[in-house]
T-cell receptor, first 114, second 114 residues
Framework: AQSVTQLGSHVSVSEGALVLLRCNYS??????LFWYVQYPNQGLQLLLK??????LVKGINGFEAEFKKSETSFHLTKPSAHMSDAAEYFC????????????FGTGTRLTVIP | NAGVTQTPKFQVLKTGQSMTLQCAQD?????MSWYRQDPGMGLRLIHY???????DQGEVPNGYNVSRSTTEDFPLRLLSAAPSQTSVYFC?????????????FGPGTRLTVT
């Protein structure tokens, strides 16, 4: 069974500081991995995804994530936080077989302090 | 191209009432799904469909019915609403190209059951 854990339901950073949002998965076979962002009262928007190939994935808005198989992790980073990054971020996994359904973590709310 | 649309945006029901949440997409995607989002629990898969006439259960299907008579539409039915079904509901559709796919989410329906 797929599961994904996001450490820290709330993260606060100062504007210009590094953003690090953690995601670990549990799966016997490495799944496909995704990060989504949700701005207040909106739907989810894909930030980036890892399916195969290069383990460092670049996404929109300056975010990137690195797939580390040995650590079963897919942490999201951004070198310098901007006020507009304040949102909720969801890590999601999808098995490489079957219907490839998406399974989400519980989310991390990012606050950016001016 | 409107993407994924959902109606209504907001709905208040009394316990025991029934209703249908509508979802439509104009991207000719075969795969569609319904999620519910609850605080601290992320998004959980209710039902999904891999094509017209084919549906299957997700993680939390109890109390919900779906059907898929056309590629475009994937309605979610609550037969007898309960307060535990108070949530935000998101519909999504997915484009696939080999091993690469991306899920598009609708804007959500906020449902309150009193």
């Amino acid at each position: 069974a797929q599961s994904v854990t996001q450490l820290g339901s709330h993260v606060s950073v100062s504007e210009g500081a590094l953003v690090l949002l953690r995601c670990n998965y549990s799966s016997s076979v490495p799944p496909y991995l995704f990060w989504y962002v949700q701005y207040p009262n909106q739907g989810l928007q894909l930030l980036l995804k890892y399916t195969t190939g290069a383990t460092l994935v670049k996404g929109i808005n300056g975010f990137e994530a690195e797939f580390k198989k040995s650590e079963t992790s897919f942490h999201l980073t951004k070198p310098s936080a901007h006020m507009s990054d304040a949102a909720e971020y969801f890590c999601a996994v999808s098995p490489q077989t079957g219907a490839n359904n998406l399974f989400f973590g519980t989310g991390t709310r990012l606050t950016v302090i001016p | 191209n409107a993407g994924v649309t959902q109606t209504p945006k907001f709905q208040v029901l009394k316990t025991g009432q029934s209703m249908t949440l509508q979802c439509a997409q104009d991207m000719n995607h075969e795969y569609m799904s319904w999620y519910r989002q609850d605080p601290g629990m992320g998004l959980r898969l209710i039902h999904y469909s891999v094509g017209a006439g084919i549906t299957d259960q997700g993680e939390v299907p109890n109390g919900y019915n779906v059907s898929r008579s056309t590629t475009e539409d994937f309605p979610l039915r609550l037969l007898s609403a309960a307060p535990s079904q108070t949530s935000v509901y998101f519909c999504a559709s997915r484009v696939e190209s080999g091993r690469v796919y991306e899920q598009y989410f609708g804007p959500g329906t906020r449902l309150t059951v009193t």
